[in-house]
């Protein structure tokens, strides 16, 4: 059974600093993975897909990794803003088509 | 070219009654799936559809919960007899074909029970 655990729960960082926020999965057999944003009371707003073939994808100050034989993804996101503060879901994509998510990191970034 | 529309938004029933919550996915879309987020927890899956077909409903409690994605006209999750534990966030998405295409969310429906 996929599982999919994010760590830290919180972050909290100055504005414009770099940041690393991790994620782990415990069944290698992936068809992607996911980045989300969700702001407070709000929907999903998708960030980077990394398909299983993939090492990484680049959007902007955002950039994520796909290291599937270890069953781990980081985002990474440089020059941070305060714009940026939301909760950030990872979410995998088994072959039965379910995506399972983490439970997410919740960022806060100090003006 | 409209994103995946869920309504309503928020709502709100007492309980005991039924919840109808509506799902239209991104045009060329075929494939809906349903997951239900509760306060301070983490996104559930709850049920896979395409056109007609229920796929995967796995995550799908056993009563209540119902799932349909007809050939003309949105997908619907309807709950019925709901009760408090019920209130939740709940989030459709869509994909154009099975595989590694990745998921568009809606922005959810909020159903609170009083």
């Known amino acids: 059974k996929q599982e999919v655990t994010q760590i830290p729960a919180a972050l909290s960082v100055p504005e414009g600093e770099n940041l690393v926020l991790n994620c782990s999965f415990t069944?290698?057999?992936?068809?992607?993975l996911q980045w989300f944003r969700q702001d407070p009371g709000k929907g999903l707003t998708s960030l980077l897909l990394?398909?299983?073939?993939?090492r990484e994808q680049t959007s902007g100050r955002l950039n994520a990794s796909l290291d599937k034989s270890s069953g781990r993804s980081t985002l990474y996101i440089a020059a941070s803003q305060p714009g940026d503060s939301a909760t950030y879901l990872c979410?995998?994509?088994?072959?039965?088509?379910?995506?399972?998510f983490g439970k997410g990191t919740r960022l806060h970034i100090l003006p | 070219n409209a994103g995946v529309m869920q309504n309503p938004r928020h709502l709100v029933r007492r309980r005991g009654q039924e919840a109808r919550l509506r799902c239209s996915p991104m045009?060329?879309?075929?494939?809906v799936y349903w997951y239900r987020q509760l306060p301070e927890e983490g996104l559930k899956f709850m049920v896979y559809?395409?056109?007609?077909?229920?796929?995967?409903e796995s995550g799908m409690p056993k009563e209540r919960f119902s799932a349909e994605f007809p050939k003309e006209g949105p997908s619907i999750l309807r709950i019925q007899q709901v009760v408090r534990g019920d209130s939740a966030a709940y989030f459709c998405?869509?994909?154009?074909?099975?595989?590694?295409?990745?998921?568009?969310f809606g922005s959810g429906t909020r159903l609170t029970v009083v």
């Open positions: 069944d290698s057999a992936i068809y992607n």
């Open positions: 559809l395409q056109k007609e077909n229920i796929i995967d």
């Open positions: 979410a995998v994509s088994n072959r039965d088509d379910k995506i399972i």
């Open positions: 045009k060329g879309h075929s494939h």
């Open positions: 990394i398909q299983s073939s993939q």
């Open positions: 998405a869509s994909s154009p074909k099975r595989g590694n295409y990745g998921y568009t």
